[in-house]
């Protein structure tokens, strides 16, 4: 069922069409008021001569084509990260391709797709990267077709990748740092739950939790464990930790909300501070219910942003940044609904 | 080398001048299409500034009727959502009682009717949740009463405020966003009055939905704020400027309705700022300048594409124009070339432009009187030659009248009176005729009765060596003649042809008319010439006219120069198809043949008898 709003909008927008053709003249109607000086001006020789050819306001050219790719989680990174690749492909003038990986197909994901994307002509690939040989082999099928690679959110050293978008993870961590001295006082038996992953933003996360944290000399660090993104084995170093630790920073998002259960589980969950990184819904409610204390969240809409925006450079023959930083922020249950957090927590109006 | 290269290139130089540059053709051509061409611009420019005003006008207009219309929209949802709260407040709170499960089937048949509404909560004063739909646990952590929505209600009583859209956290599964509609109400429940509040929350999308659909050309937007402090409720790239990735004057918006143009990090916008009424928001519409100067660019391209496909055009045109205009003047400039030649017997035909006609039309009267004038100059030459060869004729040789005399004396010395009285009357008649009353025509009788006299006169001086017979048909007795036409022939005859002869001599003259030709013919018997002699007496210079005289003539005056005369007086007389006709053989005699067109003399007679 429709609502009246809807159905009210399309009319009146029909209606303002019909006015504007009338009118014979806006902003994106140029053809308009480009024929009517020529009928004027020079209907009778142009006619006569034949000369129609010259008549006809030379058409926009087509927007080029630029494909993101979607990532292996489709989690609301992603989402946002869409959201922000399409407005500004729409600011900047460029057709944007969703280009999501072939169910079943799990190991050659996103270089599959963006084969795909090249073929229908991208110009330029867009994508979070699952992996590092991933990204190399995406990177190898970009440069045969003469496209271009821009990273979102992660950045591996892989060459060839024109322009990385990407946070300062080590500043990231920083934050979750501070974040976990100020909820502790700066005092206490601080538990690091580090990545199973190889990527180098995970260990600039880790060095810059450290490096917060060993400015509060009262607070001792535990390190050592680490989780990937099972839930079973995340369950089981969460477990052991809740009961070294008075907190607990969780560098994976798997690791958060495993150390949150453990903590819901328990009962009386304030005692264990976590911190963590990512703003899936799941750890939003977390967060709001406080048994997860600090998120430290990046804006994917601003990922998708700028990606698209060093593609416009790109394309355009500029030189594009090659890294671009994003900013991330640490966010409280107090704070989460701020207006201005809110959008960067709920980008989507669903 | 190069001396002469550069003073061809010269010459070169000033022919191109005279007869390219400064031709009627190409004077004509490049007038023409400069005229044309800037005429064509004017045009062009002036509908050019009239174009780029109208486009920049209508795409104001267009860009506040957008906008007008969005808010109307608006405004008219707006309505739509105050009227299903008080239906909500009716069925909910009218009867103080909101338990049971008739009202919560009201509440769900209300809420089927719309898609957009999220949930319905009652809360009474201190945020105990009394009453939701559809049913959920309420967050421990959702603090409601330190809601916006919450707190605007308890402020004002029994006024039905929307909040700013905003992350509904109150229950869970979920973040949606919302706009809330809240009031405070005073229910009687049991005869006790109840401060509660109703909350109705409506999904934001409708309203994202229809900002985000709004198209301000290429790269324009709308955004909504809340007139009160100036929050944005929705803007297309809200996440951009609350990172600080982009600005936007919100300010400007606020303070100001209407249009007016701003400039914002160095793009020049046009903004249309509208009211929405009952919800306290503004909706601004952005549209982008820049993109309307595309537009006039684009008039330009178009307009320099058309102005150089007309001079094109207008060039051609311009050249066919000249050469329609300049072909018959060249045709006249052929024809006076060919008249200068000498040739003056051409006419140009009277065509083309009016000018053109005239001009062709005075050339042949010129061409024309041209002719006559030479016509005239011929005849007035002819006639002064024919005088001059009649003058020359009617001279009576003082040689013959000097040797009749003496004959005369000689013969009346001599007691021959009769002679004498024949040779006396010979010559009265003989100078009778050739006076003739100055006439230049004259009887073929009289022409013969001359020579009838001069050869007597003639018999008697030589002693009759000769003898003579004049034969005439009567028709040619009746035709006019030159005069004097046969004396020289006689004359001639005598004496290249007799004179010298040894035998007696024997002229014969004949007169008759053949096939309207009148022919004189005197023959005799002398000397004779040759006939390629004979041939050429006629022909040639008057010295190669001379050579082939057979002897030197004795009057002084060469006998050819006399039978040329007598030609060309028959010629300049009847024509060329008239004249003098030689026949001879070398010792076999000669025969002269006159043919002259017979016309007959009428008064011949009266002539005669005037004295």
Redesign the interface.
Known sequence: MKSSLERLGRRSFARIRRLRGLSAGSPDSAWLSARLPAALLLLPLLAAAGCSGSAAPAAPPPPRLAALIAPQSDGALAGAIRLGAEAAAKEFGYRLDYVEKEAGRPGEGQAEAASRALKEGAEALLLDPDGELQLAEVVKLAHAAGAAVITLSDAYPVDGVASAVTIDNREAGRQAGAAMAELLGGYGRVAVLGADSSAPGYEERHAGVLEELARHPAITVTEGYSCGSSSDGCSEAARQLMDEADGIVALQEQGVLSSARESLRRGASSEVKIVGFGSETEQLELLQDGVIDRLVVQSGFNAGYLGMRQADRLLRGEKPEARVALATKAVSPDSMFWMDNQKLLFPFVK | MKRPTLKEAARFKERVRHSRVSSIQSIVTWSFSVMIVIA?GT??FL??DK?SA??E???F??SS??VD??S??LE??VR?LSSFYRAIEQNLLDKGRWDGSEVDTQLDTLMGS???IVSIALFAEDGTLLKNRPAAEL???ANVTGQGWFQAALRVPDHLGFS?P??Q?LY?G????VVSMSKRVTVQQDGQAQEVILLVDI????????CS?I??????YAYIIDEGAG?IVYH?????I??G?KRENVEGALVSSGDYVEELDGERRLVTVKSVANIGWKIVGV??LD??L??RE??N???V??VA??LV?VLLFGMLLARSIIRPLKRVEKMMRSVERGQFDVELPVEGPLEVERLSRRFNLMVHKIRQLMGQIVLEQESKRRHELEALQAQINPHFLYNTLNSVVRMAAMSRGEEVVTMITSLSKLFRISLSQGRTLISVKDELEHAHHYLTIQQLRFGRKFTFAIRATEEAERCRTLKLVLQPLLENAIEHGLEYSADEGRIEVQAFVEDGVLTLLVEDNGAGMAPEAAALLLSGERGSAEAPERRPSRTGKGSGVALRNIHDRIRLNYGAAYGLEFRSELEEGMTVTVRIPAEAAEEEIDDEKQP
């Open positions: 064509i045009v062009a509908l050019h174009f109208s486009a006008r209508s795409a207009t267009s009727q957008i219309q969005v109307y929209n008219d949802y739509g719309r898609d957009d967050r421990p952590s700013l905003h992350i956290n869970k979920g973040y949606p966003w999904n934001f999308k409708q309203i994202d939905e229809l659909r198209s301000l050309g290429r790269q324009g929050n297309p790239q809200q996440q951009l609350y990172m990735l549209s982008y993109e309307l595309t537009t684009e008039v391209r178009y307009l594409r058309v496909a007309s055009l």
